[in-house]
Nanobody, 117 residues
Framework: QVLVVELGGGLVQTGGSLRLSCEASGNFFSIAIMEWHRQVPGKQRELVASITSGGKIKYADSVKGRFTISRDSAKEHTVYLQMNSLKPEDTGVYYC??????????WGQGTQVTVSS
């Protein structure tokens, strides 16, 4: 079993920044991808950013150039999401997923991000 904990959400004004952290612990053997998703009420959860164990990074088009996903250099299964130039449409609950091969999703409890206009 993998335990995933997200930290760092909060309230920020438009144009501000926040940094989210996600730590996976427990049986993290075969974690292939660490992902950040967000969910807005009434909408599907969407993938925001991901980083593979090999360092390949992907972003949703809506956050490219503003968000940066990174891995802690000392703790392989701790990742961060640096969010800059935040917009009201970035508001939502941000979830971290530690995807373990072959098909095992491990979600955190989520952290609320609210961007005021």
């Amino acid at each position: 079993q993998v335990l995933v904990v997200e930290l760092g959400g909060g309230l920020v004004q438009t144009g501000g920044s926040l940094r989210l952290s996600c730590e996976a612990s427990g049986n993290f053997f075969s974690i292939a991808i660490m992902e950040w998703h967000r969910q807005v009420p009434g909408k599907q959860r969407e993938l925001v950013a991901s980083i593979t164990s090999g360092g390949k990074i992907k972003y949703a088009d809506s956050v490219k150039g503003r968000f940066t996903i990174s891995r802690d250099s000392a703790k392989e299964h701790t990742v961060y999401l640096q969010m800059n130039s935040l917009k009201p449409e970035d508001t939502g609950v941000y979830y971290c997923n530690a995807f373990r091969l072959p098909n095992d999703n491990n979600w955190g409890q989520g952290t609320q991000v609210t961007v005021s206009s």
